[in-house]
């Protein structure tokens, strides 16, 4: 469709004279052409190998006249008009509404309400419409600082400064009947959804829910009205950077939820789908080759944009891991791919018209976690590339592999900020003050370990057993229990911590699924013999790792199983088990409950809430639970830790590295 101002005889001349010149022109372009013809991608290997592919050298169209240039661009913007289509907004996408309520009267975010049918104009005809209620602007804020405190450490993909400018534009849209943006909207359920999540008692003081069971309650509404508006802005082919923020936080919510579920797995398809159509692939590709950074107010824009890009880059190469259909494959080249890595900068840094900096690995940011987490998925990539399964049946490789793969995670730590090490005692000698202490920073570094250990744990379990009578396999045994071990310290000190995080921990999966895996190697430990003798369980460790199995029992389907049927393992493969003995005398102190297993903790026992303020069970796929019963009842008649489906045993026990 060409502009009104142009008529179709003088942009047929136009292109009559450029038709002309480029033929006059075609010879020295020819002559002075400097990229050689089959010399493939312009990325040169030194960009590749810094993760972020740049522009190919300058062509001849710069010493081309302008005038030629500017007839070239009327081209090409010819043609791309041309390959664009109208979209049927009112074909394929129904009407949407918003309106605003007190967030304790909103039971349902997302309904429908009966208005006039404006296209008949028949008297008495009403056409439902999709009505999503939103929190006031006061509760909005009150949410968006829950989620920047808590919650957005694990995915820092947004501008904490920008937050509050944005719900306050969007609320005088919905008061003043202007049209909202759809991406704006996406943004503040999502926030909606992981805050209601993660709500604990230590922010009743908000004063925004009666309790946190109130809140905790809320949370899969706020997940509906958010699929709901994902889907209505999929119909409107709706782009913008914060409906893909959007996307990445319900993906978050989602894996807590249900693991990765194909439901979660194809929020990350779209939102990778909707961050090419923004171009986000190639937001510092420029086409005269130069490197220069942008300036001014653009420059927040697209240190944002980096980031969201790198984490939907590194959470697909990580996804690669997990058995799914998609398992071993991914769909992000590097080499398709000119953004280069988020900077080392905290988000009071960013701000329009001032240069943005890069502070060194050492320095403690807002993003040091996320970036630690771009360093692993390009450890995963690699690895993928070599062997897409790799890391999916590792007891199906070579055992040299398997040590290669073990180097690569041992280097990876090594390389960490020294803030980030578990083995840094010079942290507790800092200041309170100090930005290495900070509650954002410690909560981060007990996550990254967990998620690492967890990944050494499961490389190395399915030669435990080896290991225990092959001097071959030693190291294996000594690696997955020192992981295992790792991940139960972790959890402990996690305990000691003053954090609003350690209130809800267990409801995101990175923490309890990592001592699911624990457990497992615990218990296999266990049932080889010795009383922690030779590197195998001690009594202590595995009742130890079933107390903080039955405390999540409330809070998770799969803890309440794999407490039950590990119990039972090791009851019938070592019956005189240490462990055995003190979930015996705990049960005999506090009364067995009927059609369970016993209960471990003091609290425990008496709990008058059955769901401990979480959201229902059906949340977690039964699937999960009856695979895992099969794997265990599998062990029960043989120790052939080789034979068994540890890829599908893990499957639901994982999570992606959020």
Not at 131 to 141: G, K, M, S, T
Not at 401 to 424: H, Y
Request: net charge negative; with cysteine; glycine share 6%.
């Amino acid at each position: 469709m060409l502009p009104k101002d142009i008529s179709a005889s003088e942009l047929l001349s136009r292109l009559e004279r450029l038709e002309a010149l480029v033929a006059s022109q075609a010879k020295t372009q020819a002559q002075t052409q400097t990229w050689p013809p089959g010399t493939g991608s312009p990325i040169s290997a030194d960009t590749r190998k810094a993760g972020y592919p740049e522009s190919g050298p300058p062509t001849s169209l710069a010493a081309v006249p302008s005038r030629l240039q500017r007839l070239t661009a009327d081209a090409l913007w010819l043609e791309r008009s041309c390959s664009g289509q109208k979209l049927l907004d009112s074909v394929v996408a129904d009407p949407i509404t918003f309106r605003t309520c007190p967030i304790r009267l909103i039971t349902k975010p997302s309904g429908f309400i009966f208005e006039p049918e404006a296209a008949t104009g028949a008297f008495g005809v009403t056409q439902a419409i999709r009505c999503i209620w939103l929190p006031r602007r006061e509760e909005a804020h009150i949410l968006l600082q829950k989620y920047l405190s808590d919650v957005s450490h694990f995915h820092h993909i947004i501008h904490a400064p920008s937050m509050g400018g944005l719900i306050d534009a969007t609320y005088n849209g919905l008061e003043q009947g202007d049209r909202v943006d759809i991406g704006a909207i996406l943004l503040l359920l999502s926030i909606c959804t992981t805050t209601t999540y993660a709500w604990t008692t230590f922010d009743d003081s908000r004063c925004l829910f009666a309790n946190y069971v109130e809140a905790n309650s809320q949370a899969t509404s706020w997940l509906k009205a958010s699929l709901d508006v994902a889907d209505h802005a999929h119909r409107t082919a709706h782009l913008s950077v914060e409906c893909v923020q959007g996307m990445i936080i319900m993906f978050y919510v989602l894996c807590s939820l249900e693991g990765v579920s194909s439901r979660a797995r194809s929020l990350v398809a779209k939102s990778i789908a909707m961050g090419r159509e923004l171009a986000l692939h190639r937001i510092d590709y420029s086409p005269n080759g130069s490197s220069g950074e942008v300036a001014g107010a653009d420059a927040v824009k697209t240190e944002i944009s980096r980031r969201v890009w790198w984490y939907l880059t590194a959470t697909d190469w990580m996804l690669a891991q997990f058995s799914v259909p998609q398992e071993g494959t991914y769909t992000i080249h590097p080499n398709h791919m000119a953004v280069r890595k988020p900077r080392n900068v905290d988000d009071e840094e960013l701000i329009s018209g001032r240069e943005v900096p890069d502070h060194a690995a050492e320095k403690p940011t807002c993003v040091s976690y996320f970036l630690q987490r771009i360093r692993l998925a390009e450890v995963c990539h690699g690895l993928l590339d070599r062997s897409p399964f790799i890391l999916l049946s590792p007891e199906t490789l070579d055992y040299r592999q398997v040590m290669e793969v073990d180097a690569k995670f041992k280097q990876f730590i090594s390389e960490m900020p020294s803030f980030f090490s578990l083995g840094n005692t010079s942290l507790k000698d800092l200041p309170l003050d100090d930005p290495r202490c900070s509650p954002n920073i410690t909560v981060q570094r007990y996550t990254l370990n967990l998620l690492l250990h967890r990944q050494l744990c499961k490389l190395h379990l399915p030669y435990l057993a080896r290991g225990a009578v092959e001097t071959p396999f030693a190291y294996s045994q000594e690696m997955c229990m020192k992981s295992a071990r790792i991940i139960i310290q972790v959890e402990h000190q996690l305990r000691k911590e003053n954090l609003v995080y350690v209130s809800f921990r267990q409801r995101m999966n990175m923490v309890l699924r990592s001592v699911f895996i624990a457990t497992i190697a615990l218990v296999l430990s266990a049932c080889l013999g010795g009383d922690g003798d030779n590197g195998t369980a001690s009594g202590e460790e595995v009742a130890d790792a079933w107390r903080i199995l039955e405390e999540a029992r409330h809070q998770s389907p799969v803890a309440s199983k794999l407490l039950e049927l590990s119990v039972q393992v090791l009851k019938k493969h070592r019956g005189n088990h240490p462990a055995l003995e003190a979930v015996n005398n705990h049960a005999a102190g506090k009364g067995r409950p009927p059609g369970g297993s016993p209960p471990m903790t003091p609290d425990s026992g008496h709990r008058d809430d059955g769901t401990n303020g979480m959201l229902p069970p059906q949340t977690t796929p039964e699937s999960e639970t009856a695979y895992l019963e099969q794997q265990w009842q599998a062990l029960q008649g043989r120790m052939d830790l080789d034979a068994i489906d540890w890829d599908r045993l893990f499957w639901g026990l994982d999570a992606p590295f959020i």
